[in-house]
C-alpha cells in the first residue's frame, strides 16, 4: 500500500518526514498564496529527507485548477471562520483528487498526541486509510520539537506567520498583519491590493479583520519608533490553524 505524509512544513508534519520519510513520500497542497518562507521551508525537509533518510523521497507539490487568490478575486469572496472554503477547495480537494490514483492508500495526518480528541479536517475517501501516527506513538508537540531540534530541523517563522503558512490567512491577528506589514511589505501589499479590489457598490467596506483594514494597519506601523525586528522576533512555535496548513 502507498503511504504519504500530509506535509504542510509545520511541526508535527516535519516530524513525520523524519520518522515515517523511509517508507512515506509527502504531499503538499499549495494555495498559491503561500508565504515564501513555506515554499524554502518545504525544500528545506524534502533535502534533508532525501540525503539522510531515503535518496528517493520526494514532497509532491499540487494545486488546485486556479489558485486561491484567483478565487478569490473572481467571486469577490473572502475565506472567513464562517466559510473556510481555502482549506476545502485548496487543501483538501487537491489531495484527494491526487490520492484518487492509488486503489488503496493511506495518509499520515499530523495530529499530536494532546489533540486525540480531533479528527483532523480531511475528506472521507473509501480508498483511503487515514493515520494519526505521532497519537499512535504518544508524541506530543514538545516530543516533536524535540526531534526536530535534534536534527537542526525546528521551524523558525517570522512572526506574522504564527497562525499559518498563508499570505491574507484570516487567522492572522491584526499584530500579525503589522509584523507582516513591517517585516515583508511586499507580501503585505499583496493582501492589501486585494482587500481593496473586493469593494463593491455597498458603502460599507469589506475589511479581512473586522476592527481595521488592511491600509489603516499599515498607516499605524508608519511611525513606530522601534525596529521591526525588536517588536516582532522570529518565532519558532504556531498555533493550531489546520492539519494541511502550517501549525
Same mark, same amino acid.
Given at each position: 500500500?502507498?503511504?504519504?505524509?500530509?506535509?504542510?512544513?509545520?511541526?508535527?508534519?516535519?516530524?513525520?518526514?523524519?520518522?515515517?520519510?523511509?517508507?512515506?513520500?509527502?504531499?503538499?497542497?499549495?494555495?498559491?498564496?503561500?508565504? !515564501?518562507? %513555506?515554499?524554502?521551508?518545504?525544500? &528545506?525537509?524534502?533535502? #534533508?529527507?532525501?540525503?539522510?533518510? @531515503?535518496?528517493?523521497?520526494?514532497?509532491?507539490?499540487?494545486?488546485?485548477?486556479?489558485?486561491?487568490?484567483?478565487?478569490?478575486?473572481?467571486?469577490?469572496?473572502?475565506?472567513?471562520?464562517?466559510?473556510?472554503?481555502?482549506?476545502?477547495?485548496?487543501?483538501?480537494?487537491?489531495?484527494?483528487?491526487?490520492?484518487?490514483?492509488?486503489?488503496?492508500?493511506?495518509?499520515?495526518?499530523?495530529?499530536?498526541?494532546?489533540?486525540?480528541?480531533?479528527?483532523?479536517?480531511?475528506?472521507?475517501?473509501?480508498?483511503?486509510?487515514?493515520?494519526?501516527?505521532?497519537?499512535?506513538?504518544?508524541?506530543?508537540?514538545?516530543?516533536? !520539537?524535540? %526531534?526536530?531540534?535534534?536534527?537542526? &530541523?525546528?521551524?523558525? #517563522?517570522?512572526?506574522?506567520?504564527? @497562525?499559518?503558512?498563508?499570505?491574507?490567512?484570516?487567522?492572522?491577528?491584526?499584530?500579525?498583519?503589522?509584523?507582516?506589514?513591517?517585516?515583508?511589505?511586499?507580501?503585505?501589499?499583496?493582501?492589501?491590493?486585494?482587500?481593496?479590489?473586493?469593494?463593491?457598490?455597498?458603502?460599507?467596506?469589506?475589511?479581512?479583520?473586522?476592527?481595521?483594514?488592511?491600509?489603516?494597519?499599515?498607516?499605524?506601523?508608519?511611525?513606530?519608533?522601534?525596529?521591526?525586528?525588536?517588536?516582532?522576533?522570529?518565532?519558532?512555535?504556531?498555533?493550531?490553524?489546520?492539519?494541511?496548513?502550517?501549525?
Amino acid at each position: 500500500m502507498n503511504s504519504f505524509i500530509s506535509f504542510s512544513g509545520g511541526v508535527e508534519s516535519s516530524t513525520m518526514c523524519i520518522l515515517f520519510g523511509n517508507k512515506s513520500d509527502a504531499i503538499f497542497s499549495d494555495t498559491g498564496f503561500e508565504h !515564501k518562507e %513555506i515554499y524554502k521551508r518545504i525544500d &528545506l525537509v524534502e533535502s #534533508f529527507v532525501q540525503k539522510t533518510i @531515503r535518496s528517493s523521497f520526494k514532497a509532491h507539490r499540487i494545486k488546485a485548477k486556479n489558485t486561491l487568490i484567483e478565487q478569490i478575486r473572481t467571486t469577490k469572496f473572502y475565506p472567513s471562520f464562517r466559510s473556510r472554503f481555502c482549506t476545502g477547495e485548496y487543501k483538501i480537494k487537491p489531495i484527494d483528487k491526487f490520492l484518487s490514483y492509488y486503489n488503496e492508500v493511506e495518509l499520515l495526518i499530523g495530529l499530536n498526541a494532546n489533540e486525540q480528541e480531533r479528527t483532523g479536517n480531511h475528506g472521507n475517501k473509501k480508498n483511503i486509510r487515514y493515520r494519526y501516527p505521532l497519537i499512535e506513538k504518544n508524541l506530543s508537540r514538545e516530543n516533536c !520539537k524535540d %526531534i526536530l531540534e535534534a536534527v537542526n &530541523l525546528e521551524p523558525n #517563522f517570522p512572526a506574522y506567520m504564527k @497562525r499559518g503558512g498563508c499570505i491574507g490567512c484570516y487567522y492572522k491577528s491584526i499584530k500579525e498583519f503589522e509584523a507582516l506589514a513591517l517585516l515583508n511589505p511586499e507580501e503585505f501589499k499583496v493582501v492589501e491590493d486585494l482587500e481593496e479590489e473586493l469593494q463593491d457598490r455597498r458603502e460599507k467596506f469589506f475589511s479581512i479583520k473586522e476592527r481595521k483594514s488592511m491600509k489603516q494597519i499599515r498607516k499605524s506601523t508608519e511611525n513606530m519608533i522601534f525596529k521591526p525586528e525588536e517588536i516582532y522576533p522570529i518565532i519558532n512555535d504556531t498555533t493550531n490553524c489546520g492539519v494541511f496548513c502550517n501549525r
